[in-house]
């Protein structure tokens, strides 16, 4: 770790010491590709991940979401506590990011959705290796009111994705498919990978390896387009599947997409809570202090391509209750 990095973090908790009660910052990753991805070069690579984890290590205490849950519930957090979480169930989580937390000796939590296991893959990934695939110079997506759309280069590709996830995301899990079968069509790309996701091995290895498994759905629905009984087959039935493959309780749960409000609401909470969860999370950016709701504990990633940007970005969290977040680009 560079000295101005030691430094600036010495003075950021040094400041915070005695202020303040302890936060609890919970940072949110979901890929983390073998080498850099060309089409998103900015979301980490085994290389930045494990300087960030190395990071990270150095500087705070890192805790499993359940441990860190349970410490706000009695006021016994401690002083700079985190906890890294993965939302999804890539399977670069287990070839590439467990080696490394194994290496920085970090205890991570991995929200998996149970019904991408095993060669699925969710809409998202269906929209973004699409496009990847495409080779016309243009997309004529009329049918989805974007118009022609340019493919030249990875910004343009990247505008493409970021107009379809938006459009798509929100759509009930039927019209989805649909609407990933009509692009794929209209792209004319045929097949697509059907490794992205973790195997059933997978999730026990991380299991095995002392990490945290959490529940995150079975197909990964935005809850509040469901009925309130579909909803609690998607919570209990991703986690009743996961404790199945772990042969071990699951205790923590990660909301979809995870905005309160609007991709979850209270009835969710309530149901979270019913269901025998310890924890859960979201994805309002903020840290945890003491009193905090341990059924809607804020998340965030503190984006940056450089460690020193990066690293500010989560040493500056500390010091504020919200911060811009850039979501991670395909993140859901
Ligand atoms: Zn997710």
Not at 21 to 45: G, M, N, Q
């Amino acid at each position: 770790m560079n000295s101005l990095l030691t430094t600036a973090s010495r003075f950021a908790f040094g400041l915070a010491h005695g202020l303040d009660s302890p936060k609890l910052s919970i940072l949110i990753f979901h890929r983390v590709h073998a080498r850099a991805d060309t089409l998103f070069p900015y979301e980490p690579d085994a290389i930045n991940f494990e300087r960030l984890m190395r990071f990270v290590a150095a500087s705070f205490r890192v805790m499993s979401l359940a441990e860190a849950a349970a410490g706000l519930a009695r006021g016994e957090l401690p002083a700079r506590a985190l906890v890294v979480t993965f939302d999804d169930g890539y399977a670069d989580n287990a070839e590439v990011a467990l080696p490394i937390l194994q290496r920085c000796g970090i205890v991570a939590s991995f929200f998996v959705s149970t019904g991408f296991l095993d060669g699925g893959r969710m809409w998202n990934d269906s929209v973004i290796e699409t496009v990847r695939a495409c080779r016309h110079e243009q997309l004529d997506l009329d049918g989805f009111g974007l118009g022609l759309c340019p493919l030249a280069g990875p910004a343009a590709r990247r505008n493409v994705i970021a107009s379809l996830l938006a459009h798509i995301k929100y759509l009930s899990l039927n019209e989805r498919e649909e609407a990933i079968a009509r692009l794929q069509a209209t792209a004319g790309v045929a097949s697509l990978p059907a490794d992205l996701m973790m195997s059933c091995e997978q999730v026990r290895q991380l299991h095995r390896a002392g990490m945290e498994i959490g529940g995150h759905t079975v197909r990964h629905p935005i809850l509040t387009t469901l009925t309130a009984s579909e909803a609690a087959h998607e919570i209990a039935g991703g986690r009743d599947r996961l404790q199945e493959i772990i042969d071990s309780p699951v205790n923590v749960f990660a909301y979809p997409n995870g905005k309160p409000g609007s991709d979850y609401d209270h009835s969710h909470v309530e149901l979270v809570r019913r269901l025998g969860f310890a924890a859960a999370v979201s994805t309002a950016p903020g840290v945890a202090r003491q009193g905090a709701d341990c059924f809607q504990l804020p998340r965030f990633t503190p984006w940056g391509q450089s460690l020193t940007t990066w690293a500010m970005r989560l040493l500056l969290q500390q010091k504020q209750t919200r911060y811009p977040v850039a979501g991670a680009a395909h993140g859901v």
